[in-house]
């Protein structure tokens, strides 16, 4: 049972423009959501993330927006880079401190 | 300073042999996680150490899975008489509290033939 969904599996998009990341989930006792990136043969590196008492929250090119009626966040980068090219992983938690994950989106930047 | 680390980086076994991945968490840390990630799936959780309370196994897929971590530092995650499917990715990750954002290790890439 997948808690939370990433659909669109790969996303290609063109350096200096807009990368949009979507992210449903399922449970409603989630109250932190965080974005992970991840290299090939590398671990998940810890983006951004947002408690369920904002709507949003920005650092430097990332923005993540929380919908809680929805229940869907989305991650908007930009501009995007070419070394922004990289799996992205959409993770949330609830009171058991434990993460669930979605299945990743492949961003490709194309210079 | 140091982050998580794991050993080894990739492990190759024949079905049936038992095996010890291990994860050094950045200090101070008091809580640890192991998850995995298998082809093309996302990551899956398998245990959870915070401090001294009894870990949260809840995710272990089977009894052939057990960890342990030893003065509330190092962790070693044992896969007992591997099965093909337990070929994965299995990364380690620890937080300073339990809460918030967890700190992810380089992964264990374990293949069972």
């Known amino acids: 049972d997948q808690q939370v969904k990433q659909n669109s599996p790969s996303l290609s998009v063109q350096e200096g423009r807009i990368s949009i990341l979507n992210c449903d989930y399922t449970?409603?006792?989630?109250?932190?959501f965080l974005w992970y990136k991840k290299y090939p043969a590398e671990g998940p590196t810890f983006l951004i993330s947002?408690?369920?008492?904002?709507d949003k929250n920005e650092d430097g090119r990332f923005t993540v927006f929380l919908n809680k009626s929805a229940k869907h966040l989305s991650l908007h980068i930009v501009p995007s880079q070419p070394g922004d090219s990289a799996v992205y992983f959409c993770?949330?938690?609830?009171?058991?401190?434990?993460?669930?994950f979605g299945k990743g989106n492949q961003v490709v930047v194309i210079p | 300073g140091a982050g998580v680390s794991q050993s080894p980086s990739n492990k190759v076994t024949e079905k049936g042999k038992d095996v010890e991945l291990r994860c050094d968490p950045i200090?101070?840390?008091?809580?640890l996680y192991w998850y995995r990630q298998s082809l093309g799936q996302g990551l899956e959780f398998l245990i959870y150490?915070?401090?001294?309370?009894?870990?949260?196994k809840s995710g272990l897929p089977s009894d052939r899975f057990s960890a342990e971590r030893t003065g509330g530092s190092v962790s070693t995650l044992t896969i007992q008489r591997t099965q093909q499917e337990d070929s994965a990715v299995y990364l380690c990750?620890?937080?300073?509290?339990?809460?918030?954002?967890?700190?992810f290790g380089p992964g264990t890439r374990l293949t069972v033939t």
């Open positions: 990750a620890s937080s300073p509290q339990g809460r918030g954002e967890q700190y």
């Open positions: 449970n409603s006792m989630f109250d932190y």
């Open positions: 947002i408690s369920s008492i904002k």
């Open positions: 993770a949330a938690t609830g009171g058991n401190n434990r993460l669930a």
């Open positions: 200090s101070g840390h008091t809580a």
């Open positions: 150490f915070q401090g001294n309370s009894a870990p949260d």
